[in-house]
């Protein structure tokens, strides 16, 4: 296969909670002509996200939470539904999806099932998503959940009947990217009834 990217040279412009950085490289068209490109790449490293759900209730385990970018984006409480998540430490997704897991519903799951990965917005993010599925009962619950203090997190974790979350998607009120993934994995599989 012919040579497609060459001269790949990196630009820190931030480097903070997160790094910002720009991209430089040659690119070869179709046509075989190259041209210099430029992108910007946004990398706080690769995360998990789960589905927890509840056959024998019809349930899934849901979180709210405040988030910035969306209050100042078209969301006027800037509360967020999503599916418990987070982003990776130096761990396996399988780890990492664990302690989220615990860390945010306060639930410890059994068996965890790998589903997919995806770039969520690959024009400018690094971050590969790892999805998961659980079951959960009652019994797995051993501590509150919440999130972090000390990283400042406040998360409120909500049993939902499934059938309601997948309405809130065409209602609007469930808007983030993963978890309308993760509510339509399970509708389009079956793992629940939707009545
Ligand atoms: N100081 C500081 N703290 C931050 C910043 N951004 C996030 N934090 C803190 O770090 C915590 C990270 O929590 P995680 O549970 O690990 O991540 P998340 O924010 O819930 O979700 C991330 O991972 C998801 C799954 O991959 C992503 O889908 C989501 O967009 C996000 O990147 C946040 O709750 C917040 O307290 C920041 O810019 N500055
Ligand atoms: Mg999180």
Known sequence: MKERIRNISTEVLSKG????????FDYRRRDGSWERQQREAYDHGNGAAILLYHPGKGTVLLTRQFRMVTYLY???????????AGLLDEEHPDEGIRRETEEET????????PLFSA????????????????????????????????????????????????KMINSGEIRDGKTIMLLQWAALNGVMSNE
């Open 17 to 24: 909670w997160s790094t910002l950085s720009t991209i430089s």
């Open 74 to 84: 078209g969301n006027p409480e800037g509360m967020l539904w999503e599916v418990p």
């Open 106 to 113: 306060g639930y410890r799951p059994g068996a965890i099932r």
């Open 119 to 166: 770039y969520m917005s690959p024009g400018s993010l690094t971050e590969l998503v790892h999805f998961y599925a659980a079951e959960y009962d009652d019994t797995m619950k051993t501590a509150e959940g919440g999130g972090v203090a000390h990283e400042q997190e406040e998360i409120e974790v909500v049993e939902l009947p499934f059938a309601k979350a997948l």
